[in-house]
């Protein structure tokens, strides 16, 4: 029987990056993506999560029935902003934007997506799931390094993400290419010291690198 297949590791340029600011430059890959307004402690955000995860573990295990293959469902992500800026810079949180979001590996396609969409919605109120879709994103050209400790120690690092891109001769809009956060502990369960989250902020401009 094959070994179950950890993407984060296959991926790890992208999902294991290292604690001091890196530039990387982002493929495209399928998502599963629901879009939301207000505060991370919102009944919308906390049912976002859950329907995305009921979606990947069902697309999952029909992946593994159907064609043999079987992987790790990739965690959650998150991309943030706020139609006045200062609102997500000041840490309004009931005026803040984001899409929460889970990679699917190249096995998984509309088709399969939809499958598995339409399995949960029979078991759950279908309305819950008219706000998924499945899609491709691609950031390009980022600075990204990972964080340990809390959300609310995040600060320090995100300047170090800015200050990386303007070293470099970069720029950034945070309304245009978002704010991007991986989390690779379930903020739910783990203490908040020993989180770890990928912090992504792409380049709006291609600088010459050295």
Same mark, same amino acid.
């Given at each position: 029987?094959?070994?179950?297949?950890?993407?984060?590791?296959?991926?790890?340029?992208?999902?294991?990056?290292?604690?001091?600011?890196?530039?990387?430059?982002?493929?495209?890959?399928?998502?599963?993506?629901?879009?939301?307004?207000?505060?991370?402690?919102?009944?919308?955000?906390?049912?976002?999560?859950?329907?995305?995860?009921?979606?990947?573990?069902?697309?999952?295990? *029909? %992946?593994?029935?159907?064609? #043999?293959?079987?992987? &790790?469902?990739?965690?959650?992500?998150?991309?943030?902003?706020?139609? $006045?800026?200062?609102?997500?810079?000041?840490?309004?949180?009931?005026?803040?934007?984001?899409?929460?979001?889970?990679?699917?590996?190249?096995?998984?396609?509309?088709?399969?997506?939809?499958?598995?969409?339409?399995?949960?919605?029979?078991?759950?109120?279908?309305?819950?799931?008219?706000?998924?879709?499945?899609?491709?994103?691609?950031?390009?050209?980022?600075?990204?390094?990972?964080?340990?400790?809390?959300?609310?120690?995040?600060?320090?690092?995100?300047?170090?993400?800015?200050? *990386? %891109?303007?070293?470099?001769? #970069?720029?950034?809009? &945070?309304?245009?290419?978002?704010?991007?956060?991986?989390?690779?502990? $379930?903020?739910?369960?783990?203490?908040?010291?020993?989180?770890?989250?990928?912090?992504?902020?792409?380049?709006?401009?291609?600088?010459?690198?050295?």
């Amino acid at each position: 029987m094959a070994s179950k297949i950890d993407f984060k590791d296959k991926l790890k340029a992208y999902y294991k990056p290292k604690t001091a600011p890196e530039i990387v430059d982002i493929p495209g890959f399928n998502f599963m993506m629901i879009d939301g307004y207000g505060s991370p402690e919102s009944a919308d955000f906390k049912t976002a999560i859950e329907i995305l995860f009921s979606v990947s573990y069902k697309t999952k295990f *029909l %992946i593994k029935r159907h064609q #043999g293959i079987d992987y &790790g469902v990739m965690p959650l992500e998150g991309l943030w902003w706020a139609d $006045d800026m200062n609102d997500f810079l000041k840490g309004r949180r009931e005026q803040w934007r984001w899409t929460l979001m889970i990679m699917q590996p190249d096995c998984v396609d509309q088709e399969s997506h939809h499958t598995a969409l339409e399995e949960v919605k029979k078991k759950n109120d279908p309305s819950y799931f008219k706000e998924i879709r499945f899609e491709i994103f691609k950031e390009g050209l980022c600075a990204q390094v990972m964080h340990i400790g809390p959300f609310a120690d995040e600060h320090k690092n995100i300047i170090r993400l800015h200050n *990386l %891109i303007i070293k470099t001769n #970069g720029s950034f809009d &945070g309304k245009v290419q978002k704010h991007h956060e991986m989390y690779l502990s $379930d903020f739910r369960r783990v203490d908040p010291k020993r989180m770890k989250t990928i912090l992504r902020q792409p380049f709006s401009n291609i600088p010459a690198l050295r």
